[in-house]
């Protein structure tokens, strides 16, 4: 099982970027999906989560903000951020659970700039 992420970068504050998670080995469709993030020397945030059957919740931090979503054609994860603020910054990862194993993506670093 692989999550192959992309997406990221450098953008100004106020301005929008979109992150993709690229599932093999397993169906999206199957699994809870977290989507997290984590600065240097602080714990991990879960900012969003997709369980199977259910709508996606997020955190207070990103709501209004951010949305995740999953696309079973492709077999991805899709996640936009709008509005981003330099307090976003961090290292943005997706990771998926099923039957109580979870998989990890790589990460992918999102740094905005005042």
């Known amino acids: 099982v692989q999550l192959a992420e992309s997406g990221g970068g450098v953008v100004q504050a106020g301005g929008s970027l979109g992150l993709s998670c690229a599932v093999s080995?397993?169906?999206?469709?199957?699994?809870?999906v977290f989507w997290g993030r984590q600065e240097p020397g602080k714990e991990r945030e879960v900012v969003a989560t997709?369980?199977?059957?259910?709508?996606?919740t997020y955190a207070d931090s990103v709501k209004g903000r951010f949305t995740i979503s999953r696309d079973s054609a492709k077999n991805t994860i899709n996640r936009q951020m709008n509005s981003l603020k330099p307090e976003d910054t961090a290292i943005y990862s997706c990771?998926?659970?099923?039957?109580?194993?979870?998989?990890w993506g790589q990460g992918t670093q999102v740094t905005v700039s005042s």
């Open positions: 990771n998926a659970r099923k039957r109580g194993a979870y998989y």
């Open positions: 997709l369980r199977r059957g259910s709508s996606a």
């Open positions: 080995g397993l169906s999206v469709s199957s699994v809870d």
